[in-house]
C-alpha cells in the first residue's frame, strides 16, 4: 500500500518535473508544476508531516504557483507565450543535467543514511518524531509539536529530559519572518505599482 | 523537563537575555513600521522619511556600539560617565550583553565577531542613509519604500552575521538578498535598472536554491543544524574510516557544502557565479551598488568563515585533509577570483562597472584569507606547528579579513558615493566624462582628492588603510605557506595582481587629474555639506592607515578574531 | 507492508533538484526560470522531510520545510515583480534578450 | 460506545477488526490493514461522490426557484412535477448529450483536463468535512487548513479554463478569478482561524465537538467578535465561490461568460456542479466552525442521543446531526442565492478594494479582538460558553505537578474527550 503510494507520488512528482523541463508553453509549465509540486505534498503526507504537506498545497500550489500564473498572463501575450530555448541548449543541457543526476543520486544513495541515524541516535539521542505518545492518534499529527516549537518551547524534545538548557525553539526565525515578508511585500508593491502620477491629484 | 520547567527557562532565561541582545536589530524592524505609518496616516508631506530612517538607524547603531564597548571593555567596572547612563537606558546586564553565548535557543550567536559585523553593517547603513539623503536617490513619495527595503535588507545581513544555525543561515541569505533585488532594480523606468534587477533575481534565486539543497544534505547527514555540533558531529561519523573519497559520507559532506558554496560565492561575486555582479551594478544607482558591495559581502564573509569552521571543528584532527582540501580549493579560487576581477576591469569605460570588476577583484583578496585559515586550522600534527601557532595563524587571517573589511567599508563607499554625487552633477558615469572635473573649483576638486584617496588605497598604496589591510592578509597567508606551498603562490599572484590593478585605478585619477577640462562644460557647484561628507567618510582610510590609531584598530581586529578559535 | 526508505524519497528530491536545475538553466523565458527555482527548493524540501522522518534531524526537517515554503514565496513575489518590471521597459520576457549591459 | 460509524473514520474502525455479522455468515476471512484501507477509501469515494452531486442538484434546483420568485416568476413547474423537481436532471442529461468542442484557439490540453481540476479539488475538500460527529473521511490535525488549501486549488483550475480557451473574455475572467482568489484567501484565513483560536484545534471534527449543548455554545455567540466574524467569514467565502456580487469571473454582462464562454456540454455542466458543490461545501464549514455544526443547539436533544449505551440510539443521533447539519448549510446556501438576485454585481476595482481595504483590516481587527477576549477572559464564559480546549490545557499544565502537566500538554485532545463525556462539565459551563 504505501509502496504503491509512494510509486504514484513519486511518479506524479518526478513527470511533473521532467515536463515542466521539456515543455516550452509557460502556461503548461505552470500546470506541470502544480502537478509536481501537489505530488510532492502527498510524498509529505506520507512522511507523516501533514502540517507541512498542508502547508505546502496552501501556499506554494495555492499561492505562489498561481501568481506565476497571474504573472504569465500579465506578461506573455501571443509570441511570447512560448519562447523556445534552442534545441542544441536543451540536448547539451538535458545530457549535462543527466550527469549530475546520476552524480547526485549516487552519491546520495551511496550514503548508509539508516546506518548513519543509528550511529547518531546512539550517541545523541533518539530522533523526536520517533517519541512515543506525543503524537496523537497514530502517525502524522504534527500540527501541535510545530506549533509549539514555532514559539520557541520544544516539548517533543524537552519534556522529560534533564537538559541544562532548551532545545533549539524556532520563535526567531518565527517572527523574523514577518518582518522579511513585510519588507518584500512593500518591494513587489512598490515595482508592481503603477508609474508615478505626475502631478499628485487631491483626491484619489 | 516538565512543561513549565521548560516555559520559565525559555522565558525567563533565553528570551530576556536575547531580545536584550538583539535590541539594535529590534530598532531597525520599529523604524520599518514607522516608515510605514507615516505613510499610511500621511504624515510623510510633514515629515520627509529619511529623517525616520536615519533616526532609527543612528539609534540602532549607538545600541550596537554600547553593546559593543559594554561586551569589549567588561561593561560595568567602566567608569565611562555617559557612558553607564546610556548603558542603564538600553538596560544592559551582565548576564545579557554582556556574556558571549548562543541566543534565542540556540539560533543565534552573541560574541565579539558578531559584534564587531553588526556594529560594521549598522554605521554603513548610517552612512549610506545620509548619502541617499545628499544625493537624493528616493524622493519623498518613494522614500519609505526605500528606506524600508534597506533597513530590511540591514536586518537581514545583522541576522546573517550571527547565525548559528543552518536554517538562519539560509533565512539570512535570503532576508539580505531579496530586499537587494528590489533595490537593485529601484529606478523601475530604467531600462537598464531592470534588466540588472532580472539578472540578479535569477541567479541570485537559482543559487538560494542550490545552496538549500546542500543544506538539506548536511542537516540530513549529521542529524542538527546547530552549527556547534556540526563539526564533532561529523568526525564521529566519520570516526576512524579516514577522509577520503571513497566515503561516501564524505562524498556527501563535500557536496553538500560546495552547494552551500555556491550560495556564498553568489553573494560574494566569486569568479565562477560573478555574472550577475557588473550588470547589476551598473543597471543599479551607485548608492545601491556601493552597499550591496560593503554590506552584503561582509555578511557573507562572516558566515563563510562561520559555516567553514562549524563544519570544520572536530575537536580532534579527524577533518584535517578536508581542512586542507577545502582550504586550497578556495585558494585557487581566489586567485582565479582576483585575476580576472583585475583583467576584466581594464576594458571599462563605466566607472560603476568598473568599480564592480574591483570589487571582484576584492572579494578575490578577502578569501584568501579564509582560504589561509583553513589551511592553517589543519596544521595541527601534520606540519608540526604547536596548538597555540595554530590559533594564532588561523586568528591573523581572521583579522587581516576583518581589518580588510574595515578599510573596504570606506574606501568602496567613498569611490561609490563620489561616483554619485558627480553623476548628480554632470549625469554621467563614463570614464570619459570624468575629464578634468580636478579643474573644477570648490567642493568637486575636494571630491576629487578623496577619489584619490579612494583609489590608492582601493590599489594598496603604503600611506593608506588599504596597504595595512592588504599587508595583514599576504603576510597571514605568507605564514600559511609553510604549510602548503601553494599559499606562498596564492600571495605571489596576489602581489602581481596588485600591481595589474594599478591601471585602472590610475586610468580614472588620470581622466579626473590629468585630463584637460573639456570645452564648453558649465561649472559645476556643489553644496558644502557634500564635500564634508566625502571628507568624513574619506578620513577614515587615513586613520587606519599610517596613524598612530592604527595599532588600536588591529588590536580590536585581532581581539575579536581570536574569539573564533579558543 | 512493504516500507519505503530513505533512499526513496532522496531520489525523489534529487530528481527535482536537477530538473529544476536544468528548467534554470535552459529557459528563456523569465517565469519559466523562476519555476526552476521552485523546483530546486522542492528537492530541497523532501530531502528535509525524509530526513525529518527517517533520519535523527526529528520536527526540525519539517520547520525548515516550512520555513523554505515561506521565503519561496517572498522570493516568488519579488522576482515575479521583477519580471513584470522588465516587461514594462522591454516588452518580453526573454532572459536572453537582457543583453544590453555588457562589458 | 459501540464503535459502529461513531469511530473517527470507517477506516480506523475497518482496522480494528471488529468482527461484524456478515463476516461470520458469509465466512469472509478478516480484513488486513491494507483492505480496510482500500474498502474504507471506496466506501468513503461511494459516499462522498453520492452526496457531491446531491447539493448541486438541488442547488440548481433551488436557484432557478428562488431566483424566478424573486423576479416575481415561477420558474421550472413541468419536468417532474408541479414544481419541476427533475430540472437539474433534465438539464443534465441534455448537457450530457451535446457536442464535446473545443476552439481552435485553446490549448486543447490545458482546455479539458481544467473543468477536472475544478472538480476534483472541490469535491477532494468533502474529504476533511464531518458531516456528523465523527462521520469524517479523514480526521486530521490539519483538517481545516487542508481544507482550505485544497478549495484554493479550485482556482487553479479556472484560471487555466479561461487561460487556455484561447478568448479574452475567457482570460479576462480567468485574471480576475485569480486577483480575487489570491486576495480573498487571507480574510477567510483569518476568520477561519478565529473558531480554530477557540477551540485550541483545527481539527474539524473537534471545532464541531466543543460546541454541542445549548446553542449560545455556539462560537459564533462566543463573543462579539466572533459574532462579527461569522458574517465577514460568510461574505468572504461568497467571494471565493465567485457568487454575486463578487461574480467577476463570469460576469455575463460584460464577459459574456468569464472563464468559462468556451466550454459546452459537459466540461461546463462540470464547473457548476463543483460550483453548487463548492457552495454547500462552505457553507457547511461556516456552519462547522460558527454555528455549532451538527448539533441542534438544544442540550437535552443531543444529549439524549449521545449519554445513551446503544449504539443503535448513538446511531440515529448521528444521522440527526447529518440532518441537522444538512438543514443549516441549506439555510446559508438558501441565503447565497437570495443575495445572489438581490444584489447587483461589484466592479472589479470594488471587489479588490472590498477586500483589501474593508475585510482584510476588518478580519484583522477581530483575530486581535477575539485573541484578547481569550486572553482576558480565559476560563470565564461569555453567553454560557466553556473556555477553550488550549486555554485548559495550558492552565493544567502550569497547575499541576510535572508528569501530570506533561500528560495535559501531551495529549490535549483525549483529555478532552474525557472532559467531553463529562456532561456537567459540558453543559454547566465554567467549572
Given amino acids: 500500500m504505501e509502496l504503491l503510494l509512494f510509486t504514484v507520488f513519486a511518479a506524479a512528482a518526478c513527470g511533473g518535473a521532467i515536463a515542466v523541463v521539456l515543455s516550452q508553453n509557460v502556461v503548461r509549465m505552470a500546470f506541470y508544476l502544480v502537478i509536481s509540486l ?3 505534498a502527498g510524498l509529505f503526507f506520507m512522511l507523516n508531516a501533514d502540517f507541512v504537506g498542508a502547508t505546502q498545497l496552501l501556499i506554494y500550489v495555492g499561492g505562489t504557483v498561481v501568481l506565476l500564473i497571474f504573472g504569465v498572463m500579465l506578461t506573455a501575450s501571443g509570441p511570447f507565450l512560448t519562447i523556445k530555448s534552442s534545441p542544441g541548449d536543451m540536448v547539451q543541457a538535458i545530457l549535462v543535467g543527466a550527469l549530475f543526476l546520476g552524480m547526485v543520486v549516487v552519491t546520495v544513495l551511496q550514503v548508509d543514511w539508516d546506518g548513519n541515524a543509528a550511529k547518531l541516535e546512539s550517541r545523541y539521542g533518539v530522533s523526536s518524531l520517533e ?8 502517525e502524522g499529527h504534527t500540527t501541535r509539536s510545530i506549533g509549539a516549537a514555532l514559539l520557541g518551547a520544544r516539548f517533543d524534545k524537552d519534556l522529560g529530559k534533564n537538559r541544562e538548557q532548551p532545545s533549539t525553539g524556532y520563535l526567531l526565525p518565527f ?30 | 523537563m516538565s512543561v513549565s520547567e521548560i516555559l520559565n527557562g525559555l522565558i525567563y532565561g533565553d528570551l530576556t537575555r536575547s531580545i536584550e541582545v538583539f535590541c539594535p536589530e529590534v530598532l531597525l524592524c520599529v523604524t520599518v513600521i514607522v516608515l510605514l505609518l507615516l505613510r499610511l496616516f500621511s504624515l510623510d508631506h510633514k515629515i520627509p522619511p529619511y529623517v525616520i530612517a536615519l533616526g532609527g538607524s543612528v539609534v540602532a547603531f549607538v545600541a550596537v556600539l554600547l553593546q559593543f564597548v559594554f561586551f569589549t571593555t567588561g561593561g560595568a567596572e567602566t567608569n565611562l560617565g555617559a557612558g553607564e547612563t546610556l548603558f542603564s537606558l538600553f538596560q544592559l546586564t551582565e548576564a545579557g550583553v554582556g556574556s558571549p553565548g548562543e541566543l534565542f535557543t540556540g539560533l543565534l550567536m552573541h560574541d565579539a565577531f558578531t559584534l564587531f559585523f553588526r556594529l560594521g553593517l549598522t554605521f554603513f547603513l548610517v552612512l549610506v542613509v545620509a548619502l541617499t539623503v545628499l544625493t537624493g536617490i528616493p524622493d519623498n513619495e518613494d522614500g519609505p519604500d526605500f528606506y524600508t527595503l534597506l533597513i530590511g535588507s540591514t536586518i537581514g545581513m545583522m541576522v546573517a552575521t550571527s547565525a548559528n544555525h543552518l536554517l538562519m543561515l539560509f533565512l539570512g541569505v535570503e532576508m539580505m538578498s531579496v530586499p537587494s533585488y528590489v533595490m537593485v532594480g529601484f529606478l523601475k523606468g530604467r531600462r537598464s535598472s531592470s534588466e540588472a534587477a532580472l539578472k540578479y533575481v535569477v541567479y541570485g534565486a537559482g543559487t538560494a536554491g542550490i545552496m538549500l539543497y546542500g543544506l538539506s544534505l548536511i542537516a540530513g547527514l549529521l542529524g542538527t543544524a546547530e552549527f556547534a555540533e556540526l563539526g564533532p558531529r561529523l568526525a564521529y561519523l566519520i570516526d576512524g574510516d579516514g577522509v577520503t573519497l571513497s566515503n561516501p559520507n564524505i562524498v556527501v559532506t563535500l557536496l553538500g557544502v560546495m552547494m552551500v558554496l555556491v550560495g556564498l560565492a553568489f553573494k560574494l561575486s566569486l569568479v565562477p557565479f560573478h555574472f550577475w555582479c557588473p550588470d547589476a551594478f551598473e543597471g543599479a544607482p551607485a548608492e545601491i551598488g556601493g552597499f550591496l ?19 570544520t571543528a572536530s575537536g580532534g584532527g579527524e577533518l584535517e585533509s578536508l581542512n586542507l582540501y577545502l582550504g586550497l580549493a578556495l585558494g585557487v579560487m581566489a586567485a ?55 590559533q594564532d595563524g588561523a586568528a591573523r587571517c581572521v583579522e587581516g579579513l576583518m581589518y580588510y573589511l574595515a578599510v573596504y567599508l570606506f574606501m568602496n563607499l567613498a569611490a561609490f558615493a563620489i561616483v554619485a554625487l558627480i553623476r548628480n552633477e554632470t549625469f554621467s558615469e563614463e570614464i570619459e566624462d570624468y575629464n578634468g572635473l580636478a ?13 584619490g584617496v579612494a583609489m590608492f588605497s582601493l590599489l594598496g598604496m603604503p600611506p593608506f588603510g588599504g596597504f595595512f589591510a592588504k599587508l595583514l592578509i599576504f603576510a597571514s597567508v605568507w605564514n600559511a605557506g609553510s604549510i602548503h606551498w601553494l599559499m606562498w603562490a596564492l600571495v605571489v599572484i596576489a602581489g602581481l595582481n596588485t600591481i595589474f590593478s594599478l591601471f585602472y585605478y590610475l586610468r580614472v585619477l588620470k581622466a579626473m587629474f590629468i585630463a584637460p577640462r573639456p570645452e564648453g562644460v558649465r561649472s559645476i557647484n556643489m553644496s558644502g555639506l557634500v564635500g564634508a561628507y566625502v571628507v568624513v567618510i574619506t578620513l577614515p582610510i587615513l586613520l587606519m592607515g599610517a596613524s598612530p590609531l592604527q595599532n588600536n584598530l588591529s588590536a580590536t581586529a585581532r581581539y575579536v578574531a581570536s574569539v573564533l578559535f579558543p | 507492508m512493504e516500507g519505503v526508505g530513505i533512499n526513496g524519497y532522496l531520489a525523489v528530491g534529487a530528481v527535482l533538484f536537477v530538473c529544476g536545475v536544468i528548467c534554470m538553466a535552459t529557459k528563456r523565458n523569465g ?29 526540525d526537517g519539517q520547520i525548515a520545510s516550512l520555513f523554505v515554503i515561506v521565503l519561496a514565496a517572498a522570493e516568488a513575489a519579488v522576482a515575479l515583480a521583477i519580471v513584470l518590471n522588465f516587461y514594462n521597459n522591454h516588452l518580453t520576457i526573454d532572459v536572453d534578450r537582457a543583453n544590453e549591459l555588457q562589458g | 460506545m459501540m464503535p459502529l460509524l461513531a469511530t473517527e473514520t470507517i477506516s480506523e474502525l475497518l482496522r480494528e477488526g471488529i468482527d461484524l455479522p456478515v463476516f461470520d455468515f458469509w465466512d469472509i476471512p478478516p480484513i488486513g490493514e491494507t483492505g480496510a484501507l482500500i474498502l474504507a477509501a471506496i466506501v468513503h469515494v461511494a459516499l462522498l461522490a453520492g452526496f457531491f452531486g446531491l447539493p448541486a442538484f438541488a442547488g440548481i434546483w433551488a436557484e432557478r426557484k428562488v431566483s424566478a420568485r424573486i423576479q416575481d416568476r415561477l420558474g421550472p413547474t413541468r419536468t417532474g412535477g408541479r414544481f419541476g423537481w427533475l430540472q437539474s436532471l433534465a438539464d443534465g442529461i441534455k448537457l450530457l448529450q ?51 488549501a485544497i478549495l484554493s486549488l479550485e482556482v487553479l483550475g479556472i484560471i487555466l479554463a479561461g487561460y487556455s480557451s484561447g478568448s479574452k473574455w475567457s482570460l479576462f475572467g480567468g485574471m480576475r478569478e485569480a486577483a480575487q482568489m489570491v486576495s480573498y484567501e487571507v480574510p477567510l484565513g483569518i476568520t477561519a482561524v478565529i473558531p480554530v483560536l477557540i477551540a485550541g484545534s483545527m481539527n474539524l471534527n473537534e471545532i464541531g465537538r466543543m460546541q454541542s449543548g445549548w446553542f449560545w455554545n455556539w462560537f459564533i455567540f462566543h463573543d462579539p467578535f466572533t459574532f462579527l466574524a461569522f458574517f465577514v467569514f460568510f461574505t468572504v467565502t461568497l467571494a471565493s465561490n465567485k457568487r454575486a456580487p463578487f461574480d467577476l469571473a463570469e460576469a455575463e454582462s460584460e464577459l459574456v461568460g468569464g472563464f468559462h464562454t468556451e466550454y459546452s456540454g459537459f466540461r461546463w455542466s462540470v464547473f457548476f456542479l463543483a460550483e453548487y458543490a463548492s457552495m454547500y461545501f462552505v457553507s457547511a464549514l461556516g456552519v462547522i466552525l460558527f454555528l455549532g455544526g451538527w448539533w441542534t443547539g438544544i442540550a437535552p436533544i443531543d444529549n439524549f442521543f449521545r449519554a445513551s449505551g446503544d449504539w443503535r440510539v448513538n446511531y440515529l443521533g448521528n444521522v440527526l446531526g447529518f440532518a441537522v447539519l444538512l438543514i443549516k448549510s441549506s439555510k446559508l446556501v438558501f441565503l447565497q442565492i437570495w443575495i445572489r438576485w438581490t444584489l447587483p454585481r461589484l466592479r472589479i476595482d470594488q471587489v479588490m478594494v472590498t477586500c483589501l481595504k474593508y475585510l482584510v483590516p476588518i478580519s484583522c481587527f477581530l483575530f486581535l479582538g477575539a485573541t484578547t477576549w481569550s486572553l482576558l477572559a480565559p476560563g470565564r464564559v461569555a453567553m454560557g460558553m466553556k473556555p477553550g480546549l488550549g486555554a485548559r490545557a495550558i492552565e493544567a499544565a502550569v497547575e499541576t505537578p510535572a508528569t501530570e502537566s506533561e500528560a495535559a500538554i501531551v495529549r490535549p485532545v483525549d483529555d478532552a474527550h474525557v472532559a467531553m463525556s463529562d456532561d456537567s462539565s459540558m453543559i454547566g459551563g465554567a467549572k
Fill in chain 4, 98 to 148: 451535446k457536442e464535446d468542442l473545443w476552439p481552435n484557439a485553446a490549448d486543447s490540453m490545458l482546455f479539458r483536463v481544467a473543468p477536472y481540476v475544478v472538480v476534483v479539488s472541490s469535491f477532494a475538500a468533502f474529504l476533511f468535512l464531518p458531516f456528523s460527529d465523527g462521520w469524517v473521511a479523514l480526521s486530521l490535525d490539519v483538517g481545516l487548513f487542508l481544507a482550505l
Fill in chain 1, 38 to 40: 501537489g505530488s510532492t
Fill in chain 3, 31 to 59: 517565469i519559466g526560470v523562476l519555476m526552476g527555482v521552485e523546483l530546486v527548493l522542492n528537492g530541497a524540501n523532501v530531502n528535509f522531510v525524509a530526513f525529518s522522518k527517517f533520519g535523527p534531524l526529528g520536527l
Fill in chain 2, 293 to 311: 558591495s560593503v554590506a552584503s559581502k561582509a555578511a557573507a564573509f562572516a558566515l563563510l568563515v562561520r559555516f567553514l569552521l562549524a563544519m
Fill in chain 2, 336 to 390: 582565479v577570483t582576483m585575476t580576472f576581477g583585475n583583467l576584466a576591469a581594464y576594458g571599462q569605460t563605466n566607472v560603476k562597472r568598473l568599480l564592480a570588476y574591483s570589487t571582484i577583484a576584492h572579494a578575490g583578496y578577502m578569501l584568501m584569507a579564509v582560504s589561509a585559515m583553513l589551511v592553517i586550522t589543519n596544521a595541527a600534527e601534520s606540519s608540526g606547528w604547536s596548538a597555540a601557532q595554530v
Fill in chain 1, 131 to 138: 517519541r512515543p505518545g506525543y503524537n496523537q492518534r497514530g
Fill in chain 1, 175 to 204: 517572527e523574523i519572518v514577518s518582518v522579511h515578508l513585510l519588507v518584500v511585500l512593500i518591494g513587489a508593491a512598490y515595482l508592481a505599482r503603477a508609474k508615478r502620477r505626475v502631478n499628485v491629484p487631491s483626491e484619489f
Fill in chain 2, 439 to 451: 579643474h573644477h573649483s570648490g567642493t568637486m576638486t575636494v571630491l576629487c582628492v578623496c577619489m
